[in-house]
């Protein structure tokens, strides 16, 4: 199995709710990173985890949670977002201990309302 | 913290033709330097990557050089095809700590491969 899956696909919130992104990966990857990308931007790192621990947490709000289950498996939990949150979170995993290609999941579309 | 600069931010061809993208990085230190392609809608995917041991690397009609004197690297696609026609994203990467790295991206091209 190559590739880094991600639920769901689209999600619409409104300001108050709570809501998770899920991503999976069966390709025995140690690194698992969310970016945000906006419409016509590159993807903007969010968190790097490294071995299950989190290693980078790039100044993002605390509305933005991750957690990192086990080695295959990175949420990322969503409290009173606001509508410019509203863009295509995507996942990648990489194998560790050199430069490797990052596999991206396909993304979930969030909307926030 | 790494800084990547990439031009053009938009170019258009005709089928056939060459297209070049070029991409500029500020840390020395890097030594890695992939490229991703993205098709609207989808995920970014890799489509060649160059480490700085080599000066060029070449696959079928993709192929990227890099000039690390210079710190640039370029990406050149020969007889392009409407289907090539998708945003590009050079990248350059930094530790991140356990042997994971982040990745720091240019701000992309969209190539427009005009029939």
């Known amino acids: 199995d190559t590739e880094v899956t991600q639920t769901p696909k689209h999600l619409v919130m409104g300001m108050t709710n709570k809501k998770s992104l899920k991503c999976e990966q069966h390709?025995?990857?140690?690194?698992m990173y969310w970016y945000k990308q906006k419409a016509k931007k590159p993807p903007e790192l969010m968190f790097v985890?490294?071995?299950?621990?989190?290693?980078i947490n790039e100044s993002v709000p605390s509305r933005f949670s991750p957690e990192c289950p086990n080695s295959s498996l990175l949420n990322l939990h969503l409290h009173a977002l606001q509508p410019e949150d509203s863009a295509l979170y995507l996942c990648?995993?990489?194998?560790?201990?050199?430069?490797?290609?990052?596999?991206f999941g396909p993304g979930t579309r969030l909307t926030v309302l | 913290g790494e800084n990547v600069e990439q031009h053009p931010s938009t170019l258009s061809v005709q089928e056939g033709d060459s297209a070049v993208i070029k991409c500029t990085y500020s840390?020395?230190?890097?030594?890695?330097f992939p490229w991703y392609k993205q098709e609207l809608g989808k995920r970014p995917q890799l489509i060649i990557d160059i480490r700085s041991n080599v000066g060029e690397k070449k696959d079928q009609r993709i192929a990227v050089t890099l000039n690390k004197t210079a710190k640039h690297f370029s990406l050149h696609i020969t007889e392009t095809q409407p289907e090539d026609s998708a945003v590009y994203f050079c990248a350059a990467p930094e530790p991140s700590g356990a042997g994971s790295y982040q990745l720091t991206f240019g701000k992309g091209t969209k190539l427009s491969v005009i029939p």
């Open positions: 990648a995993s990489s194998q560790v201990a050199s430069y490797n290609e990052q596999f």
């Open positions: 390709m025995g990857h140690r690194a």
């Open positions: 840390d020395s230190a890097s030594n890695y």
């Open positions: 985890y490294s071995y299950e621990k989190l290693s």
